[in-house]
């Protein structure tokens, strides 16, 4: 089957947000930058790939836990555990190594959507994890 799109635009995360500037400066300070800024509406990238933030009113209450997250790949995980902590961001699953071969942790974002960031597990520690 021909590739129909670039693959970092295959499949983009869409996020409605309660307040896009609270919400584009949480993103920002995890190191997303923006492509696009039109007020209501922010594309973020991560390494060529679009995370869509989008202010549409009417939400309600903040969940007690995520219903999904989007998950980015980071060269050393344990930096941006840190990073999150400086940040104060809630945290829904704390760092661990993991079975399936990710070093990795999930917080909530300021609308209760999941981030979870990974770095892949050396063979020999996967296979201890």
């Known amino acids: ?22 919400s584009v400066e949480f993103y920002q300070r995890l190191g997303f930058e923006i492509l696009r800024d ?6 973020l990238t991560w390494e060529g790939h679009h995370l869509y933030l989008d202010e549409p009113g009417g939400l309600g209450p903040v969940p007690d836990s995520p219903q999904a997250n989007v998950r980015v790949m980071a060269p050393d995980v344990d930096r941006y555990w840190e990073l999150a902590h400086e940040m104060g961001a809630r945290v829904v699953r704390p760092i661990a190594d ?16 999941g981030v979870r960031f990974g770095t892949n597990l050396p063979v020999r520690e996967r296979d201890q994890a």
Do not use: N
């Not at 129909?4 to 609270?22: H, K």
């Not at 039109?38 to 594309?43: I, L, R, S």
């Open 98 to 113: 993991q079975y399936y071969g990710l070093r990795d942790f999930t917080i909530a974002d300021p609308d209760g959507f």
């Open 1 to 22: 089957m021909e590739r129909y799109i670039d693959s970092t635009e295959q499949l983009v995360t869409e996020i409605f947000v309660r307040d896009i500037r609270v």
């Open 38 to 43: 039109d007020g209501d509406f922010v594309e």
